[in-house]
Structures are given as C-alpha cells and as structure tokens.
C-alpha cells in the first residue's frame, strides 16, 4: 500500500517552461509535505516544504500548491533550466511521526 | 557548516559478512534518521534517534539489522550477514527536532556479492 504517490514518473519540458509535478497522499494525519531534488550519486536535497494550514508556499521558481480536501498537491518550477533535470521526491509526515514517508519520485529532463 | 557526513561511501562486502555504516550529524541536530533507498522500493524509513534515544525503528529489519547512536554525534547502522538484497544506499539524515526539516548525507553504497 503506497501512502503517497507520484506523477508523472517522468516529465520532459523545454527550457525556460513551467514544470509540474504532481502528488497526493492517502494518510489524513500527514500534516507535513516536503519535496527533495536529487542528483545521481547524492543524497536528496530538501527543495521547498509546506505544511497543511497552508495552501501555498513559494520560495525562488519553486511554488507548492496544497489541497488538504483532495489530499494533493504540487510542485511548480517555474522558468525550467537544464540544472533542474534531477529526481524530485514528494514526501510526508504527520501527527507525532517525525519519520518521512517518501513517493517513488518523478524524473525531470529540462532540454534546451 | 559541513552538513550530515556518512562514511565509507561506498562498500563492498561477501555474503554473510558484517557491513558497519557510520553518520555525522550536523552539529547540534538533535534527531538522526535513517533511510535506504533502491531502485524497487525507492525510500523507505528505517529508524530514528532523538537525543540519542532510540524512538521508532519500525522499518528494520528483524533480523541481521541494528543502530546506535552512542553520542550525540555519531550513529551507526550494523548489517550483520549481508545479503545480495541488503545492497542499497542507505541515507543518514538530521534534524534539529523532530518537527523540523530533515538534511540528508550523500549516503553510503552498500553492494553485496
């Protein structure tokens, strides 16, 4: 049983677009989502992270757009640059659980 | 700020033998966790410790797996009888409480024969 889900595993787009990467979550006490960029051979590295009183958080290009009622939520990167292409992870945790529960990641190539 | 360390980086060992991985925190963080990560299962929590006190290791293994965290900066993960399906990276994560925002190591390969 997956507790939070990825799409799409893997997304193209051109330089300079709008990436979107979606995912959702089926656990109601997830109360705490961040999203991590890995690059092959390092560890992930938190991007951007929100939490559910909130339906928005923007940081540089990177906006999360949260919907508590549907259980989703996204990650938008705005002005894609070639840099960007990495596996980004959507992750959560809730309640007294500090432990991340992780998708199995999207795959972004950003061509120029 | 030298972020999470993890040593070896990469290890290789036989069958049956015994695979010790080592994490620096950053200073000062007083909760560590860690994770493994494969191509099959993708991410999967194993323990953590805060304030070195073992809190939730509902993702070891049974059998053959075991942490510590003797002091507040170092933890280790102990694989005892490896096996081909232990081969993973396993990541070494902390925080600075548990609520707070988790910083990865670059993770240890392990690659059992």
């Known amino acids: 049983q997956q507790q939070v889900r990825q799409s799409p595993q893997s997304l193209t787009v051109w330089e300079g677009e709008t990436a979107i990467l979606n995912c959702s979550y089926e656990?109601?006490?997830?109360?705490?989502f961040p999203w991590y960029q890995q690059f092959p051979g390092e560890g992930p590295a938190l991007l951007i992270a929100?939490?559910?009183?909130?339906d928005k958080k923007e940081d540089g290009g990177f906006t999360i757009f949260f919907n508590k009622r549907e259980k989703n939520l996204s990650l938008h990167i705005k002005d894609s640059q070639p840099g960007d292409s990495a596996t980004y992870f959507c992750?959560?945790?809730?309640?007294?659980?500090?432990?991340?529960?992780f998708g199995k990641g999207t795959k972004l190539s950003v061509k120029s | 700020n030298a972020g999470v360390i993890q040593t070896p980086r990469h290890k290789v060992t036989g069958k049956g033998q015994e695979a010790t991985l080592w994490c620096e925190p950053i200073?000062?963080?007083?909760?560590v966790f860690w994770y493994r990560q494969t191509i099959v299962q993708g991410l999967e929590f194993l323990t953590y410790?805060?304030?070195?006190?073992?809190?939730?290791d509902s993702g070891m293994p049974k059998e053959r797996f075991s942490a510590q965290m003797p002091n507040q900066s170092h933890s280790t993960l102990k694989i005892q009888s490896t096996q081909p399906q232990d081969s993973a990276v396993y990541l070494c994560?902390?925080?600075?409480?548990?609520?707070?925002?988790?910083?990865f190591g670059p993770g240890t390969r392990l690659t059992v024969l």
């Open positions: 992750a959560a945790s809730g309640g007294s659980n500090a432990k991340l529960t």
């Open positions: 929100i939490r559910s009183v909130s």
């Open positions: 410790f805060r304030n070195q006190a073992p809190i939730d």
């Open positions: 656990n109601s006490a997830f109360d705490y």
């Open positions: 200073s000062g963080h007083s909760a």
């Open positions: 994560a902390s925080s600075s409480d548990r609520y707070a925002e988790q910083f």
